[in-house]
């Protein structure tokens, strides 16, 4: 099946610093996808990208679907305490109405004030 | 608040026993999934029901099943539980597309 390699495991980082986390893959994604999990919560949708090349923000996050649909990458600029929690990646594939997520194994990120 | 609703959010029961979660999705989603965390596995698509119908199948072990009512929620069967199926499960909905929006999971715990 599937595999996606997410990276970096986890990150320390002062407040303010601008962040960058990517994945790859091994197989083709028709959508990549980035969830962020709080302890307690499930994962939260920040950004989903539909074809290769696009490049989307959401006020301080921006990411982008590569080029060769096996790749996508996530940055965050100007942290704050409240972005502390496990970034994922997820490819998508679809065929039909059939839709299975692949995650990536996750960033922890960690903001210093 | 994604609009998932999972119930019950802990659950603890002894090796052996079954268990059934269950996942109301958001109005007017189609499609429920299923999906299993573990420490040492991560985040692992089990199954896809789309409006009451399977639609696509991961790693789902045969001690497990799933099925989707025509009210559109959904139910996780687990059967003949060991330890290892300690986890937490989360159910996500999606309109026909694409995006798909997680409840805050169900946290089981087997003794």
């Known amino acids: 099946g599937q595999q996606l390699n997410q990276s970096p495991q986890s990150m320390f980082i002062q407040e303010g610093e601008d962040v960058s986390m990517n994945c790859t893959s091994s197989s083709i994604f028709n959508t990549w996808l980035w969830y962020k999990q709080e302890p307690g919560e499930g994962p939260v949708l920040l950004i989903a990208?539909?074809?290769?090349?696009e490049l989307t923000s959401n006020g301080r996050l921006t990411a982008q679907f590569g080029i060769t649909r096996k790749d996508s990458f996530l940055n965050i600029s100007a942290s704050i305490p409240s972005d502390v929690g496990i970034y994922f990646c997820?490819?998508?594939?679809?065929?039909?109405?059939?839709?299975?997520?692949?995650f990536g194994s996750g960033t922890q990120l960690t903001v210093l004030p | 608040d994604s609009g998932v609703t999972q119930t019950p959010k802990h659950l603890i029961t002894a090796t052996g026993q079954r268990v059934t979660l269950r996942c109301s999705p958001r109005s007017g989603d189609l499609s429920v999934y299923w999906y299993q965390q573990s420490l040492d596995q991560g985040l692992q698509f089990l199954i896809q029901?789309?409006?009451?119908?399977?639609?696509a199948k991961g790693n789902i072990l045969e001690r497990f099943s799933a099925q989707q009512f025509p009210d559109l929620h959904s139910e996780l069967n687990l059967s003949s539980l060991e330890l290892g199926d300690s986890a937490l499960y989360f159910c996500?909905?999606?309109?026909?597309?694409?995006?798909?929006?997680f409840g805050q999971g169900t946290r089981l715990t087997v003794v």
């Open positions: 997820a490819g998508q594939l679809t065929s039909g109405s059939a839709r299975q997520l692949t």
């Open positions: 996500a909905s999606s309109p026909w597309g694409l995006e798909a929006f």
């Open positions: 990208l539909y074809k290769a090349g």
């Open positions: 029901y789309y409006n009451g119908e399977e639609r």
